[in-house]
RNA sequence: GGCGGUGUAGCUCAGUUGGUUAGAGCAGAGGAAUCAUAAUCCUUGUGUCCGGGGUUCGAGUCCCUGCACCGCCA
């Protein structure tokens, strides 16, 4: 038994996440845990919500609520969708908790003793009305170079040229429209990534392993250009971690907060203490402290490519540059984008799926299928209703649901609805079982390395083999002149029921539930030996025909929601 | 504008370090079966692998170039 550390990206606290955040990050993580904890081992799977920034204070501002009210809700909010998709966090934290902010005071500390942070002095517009610093981009003015009205701190959307808050004519804050801004003078701390350059590189080319997308992101921000750059890790704002040196106050940089990004990571491992303050563990160190037991762990990291430099680069700076012994993450699963229907998913038109309507339209199962299934791995993928409707009645409600219902039904109508204890197996079932061997090697070589897609097409071809069985030995044929051997025949299938709903849990874990209440079984764990498998069910076993588990989309609903998701025009 | 990605059967996608007649699922066509959610199973793919050059005994796979679409940068 092995001992498996996973995390997914942790999702923004503003708003909820569309189908193409979910299969990017929490979703292949919740389905490499499963997976993993089925298999017997020894999984502590982690995920949060990253509540600082801006952007959440300006989301609260909106809704007319302090922040940390705010954040409160949306996290409860998030957690709710979380637990609807079946996403099995041992915690779901907070990256605004008190842990993470002692903690990440203490990184910070760490990193300043081991003379990787600077201080730098630079210029930016403070806005009297607001009472804040404004980032460059929520400045706008008239372009001094084209005269276009309304071009933003950082750079004109009308000519593109690059400028700088100070170039603007007439310059006002997006936030409140007051003009009344002034440039001051102010402190920041830099990360000194420049100084561990040669040791993120050499970590990195050690990792030939890893999913091309993750490296080749890594490599570009270390090499192209003037190679990897220091980073701004503190900023002007009210909401977020203090910046401190460990317990310590940090001359000069009173009331400042550290940069959403920089502390965001270090949730990971503040979450593992959330997880045994929430009393769900004992022992957060054996998971993080590679000193204090977690020299054996495997760490694997998901997210979506718009991650990796973070997870890369800038995080295992502040892990390595800490000089303490955390573990470091082992390997990085990134994915590509998921598109809507030839474009992409938008919060702000209201384009495409997001979490809390997929599934008011349909149970997580259809969704974690076709998105597990069709997973952004080697290039950005693409999600139509078309190909959603097609997917989901064949592969779920067509070939596994129909194949439970089918046999389920024939017993019951035969033989009752108990495992028939006649007969005995034969070269058919034998075929069948080293069919089944190999198809279930290629399924676990598949979920180990985390190719997804395949190991979904494999699990497909081994429902497939259920109805090939059916066709093949006819049960139905064979009861009218050997009953006997239609017993044996039918006992193997609702066998193979059992043996479906271990191997497929994690991807549909709630038909794989069903599965198992049906067949009164007990989930007996991941089958080592499938002979073994489908002798599980004793003969004279009762079990109960299940409602069919999955219902088909159809056409109206398919043209419905098209319509319904399609977004406003702007 | 700069950078990056993609372009393989009607659709969604596989194609390892260049090597035999380019693959899978779905859709389509034909057949079998009738236990089942009109559900299953079998058979069936003559595709200028975006175009044009080039390297090579040999390129979907490498190089150059053109086109198209997409994303990122701000």
């Not at 610093?133 to 933003?152: Q, V």
């Not at 940090?250 to 491992?269: L, S």
């Amino acid at each position: 038994m092995a001992r498996h550390l996973i995390t997914s990206a942790i999702p923004y606290i503003n708003g909820i996440k569309h189908l193409g955040n979910l299969v990017g990050s929490q979703l292949p993580a919740d389905l490499y845990a499963r997976y993993l904890r089925g298999r017997g081992h020894e999984v502590l799977f982690l995920c949060a919500t990253d509540e600082h920034g801006t952007p959440a204070e300006l989301a609260a501002a909106k809704a007319g609520k302090p922040v940390a009210d705010y954040c409160a809700e949306m996290h409860v909010v998030q957690a709710k969708i979380a637990e609807g998709f079946r996403l099995s966090f041992d915690h779901f934290g907070r990256s605004s908790s008190d842990r993470n902010k002692a903690l990440t005071q203490h990184f910070a500390g760490r990193l300043a003793e081991n003379d990787l942070i600077r201080e730098v002095s630079e210029k930016q517009m403070y806005s009297h009305a607001d009472g804040r610093y404004l980032p460059d981009r929520y400045i706008e003015g008239t372009c001094p170079n084209c005269g276009f009205d309304s071009a933003r701190g950082d750079q004109c959307d009308n000519c593109t040229k690059q400028l700088d808050p100070v170039d603007l004519i007439n310059p006002h804050s997006t936030i409140s429209g007051s003009t009344d801004l002034e440039m001051r003078e102010t402190k920041h701390l830099y990360l000194r990534q420049t100084a561990m350059k040669d040791q993120l590189d050499t970590w990195i080319d050690s990792k030939t392993d890893w999913p091309v997308l993750t490296t080749s992101i890594a490599k570009k921000w270390l090499r192209d250009g003037d190679g990897l750059q220091d980073r701004g890790i503190t900023r002007d704002l009210d909401w977020g971690v203090p910046v401190k040196k460990g317990d310590a106050d940090w001359p000069g940089m009173e009331g400042k907060v550290f940069y959403v990004w920089f502390d965001a990571p270090i949730e990971y491992i503040a979450c593992a203490q959330e997880w045994v303050d929430a009393g769900k563990g004992a022992d957060w160190e054996r998971w993080w402290r590679t000193d204090k037991g977690a020299e054996d762990v495997t760490y694997t990291q998901f997210m979506g490519k718009d991650n990796v430099p973070f997870h890369t680069l800038s995080f295992p700076s502040t892990i390595l540059g800490s000089g303490e012994p955390w573990k470091l993450v082992d390997y990085i699963k990134s994915f590509n984008y998921l598109n809507y229907d030839g474009g992409q998913f938008s919060t702000s038109r209201g384009r495409g799926v997001f979490m809390d309507q997929a599934l008011e339209i349909l149970p997580a199962d259809y969704w974690r299928w076709w998105l597990l299934s069709h997973a952004p791995e080697s290039s950005d993928s693409e999600f139509t209703w078309d190909n959603f409707q097609q997917s989901v009645n064949k592969d779920l409600a067509d070939v596994l649901g129909n194949f439970v219902s089918r046999i389920t039904k024939f017993c019951r109508s035969k033989f009752g609805e108990v495992v028939p204890e006649a007969g005995a197996y034969g070269d058919k079932e034998q075929a069948v079982i080293a069919a089944l061997t190999e198809r279930l090697r290629a399924y676990e070589g598949f979920m180990d390395a985390i190719e997804v897609r395949k190991a979904a097409g494999e699990l497909r071809a081994i429902w497939v083999i259920g109805n090939e069985y059916l066709q093949d030995a006819a049960p139905w044929s064979t009861f009218k002149t050997d009953e006997a051997t239609a017993a044996a025949q039918v006992r193997f299938g609702l066998n193979l029921i059992g043996l479906y709903a271990v191997l497929s849990a994690p991807f549909i874990p709630d038909a794989a539930a069903t599965m198992l209440a049906a067949m009164k079984m007990d989930n007996a764990g991941w089958p080592e030996d499938i002979a073994a498998a489908l002798n599980a069910l004793p003969a004279g076993h009762a079990f109960e025909v299940p409602e069919n588990l999955f219902r088909k989309i159809s056409d109206e609903e398919r043209e419905e929601w098209q319509t319904r998701f399609a977004g406003v025009r702007t």
